[in-house]
């Protein structure tokens, strides 16, 4: 199922590779995306943002992990740079291979409206739409690649070691920023059952109710 794409959704793209570069501007464009900024590393993209109307700001901003000049963690610093100055734009980092310590680094405050998929994951068209709209709208999206390496890292919160199986499950989908009913679809569980493992999920790892709905955020 093709996700509808929201009216005037603007994006910003930061990738060093002019093949990829090239190929994501025409494909977001095709998909009904405007494009207001494109470059090939992330301090230029900052300040084509920085140019930018604020009418034109863009809503996501899509970047490669590593990108010139040292190809390590460019990425991921223009991202934590974007939340720290743009708290309300949404940010969706991709990278060739599973980097869990960048993962762990872009989510460890507020994660609402960030992402973090493979490449891999960009072939697949219609999950790379739907993950730049979930962020666009406040989601938390990560590669199920990711989160099984977050989950399963030695650096995992204890607390993880108090969940079930299924409670991990859960709990990974949640990460993939999948809601309780399409969790429950893929588990091939009632509503009421996801429910019930999404709440013992927040009391195994100590999260107040007061918290709301940021505790699923919490719990990721």
Do not use: C, W
Request: charged share 25%; glycine share 8%; no cysteine.
């Amino acid at each position: 199922m093709t996700p509808t794409i929201p009216v005037n959704l603007r994006l910003a793209v930061a990738e060093d590779s002019v093949l990829l570069r090239d190929g994501l501007v025409a494909l977001l464009t095709r998909r009904g995306f405007e494009v207001v900024a494109v470059a090939g590393d992330g301090e230029t993209l900052l300040a084509q943002i920085a140019r930018l109307p604020l009418e034109q700001q863009p809503h996501v901003v899509v970047l490669d992990v590593r990108m010139p000049p040292s190809f390590t963690d460019e990425g991921l610093r223009t991202a934590l740079r974007l939340r720290a100055e743009s708290p309300d734009v949404g940010i969706l980092l991709f990278s060739q291979y599973v980097e869990s310590r960048f993962a762990s680094q872009l989510f460890r405050g507020d994660a609402r409206g960030m992402g973090y998929l493979l490449k891999d994951r960009v072939a697949d068209v219609s999950q790379f739409v739907d993950a730049i709209v979930r962020v666009a709208g406040g989601q938390t999206v990560l590669d199920p690649e990711v989160v099984m390496q977050l989950v399963g890292s030695a650096g995992a919160d204890a607390g993880l070691a108090r969940l079930s199986p299924r409670e991990r499950e859960v709990l990974s989908l949640m990460a993939e920023g999948r809601s309780n009913g399409a969790i429950a679809d893929q588990l091939v569980l009632s509503a009421g059952a996801v429910e019930k493992h999404v709440s013992a999920i927040f009391t195994k790892l100590d999260l107040a109710i007061d918290a709301g709905d940021h505790r699923r955020v919490l719990a990721v």
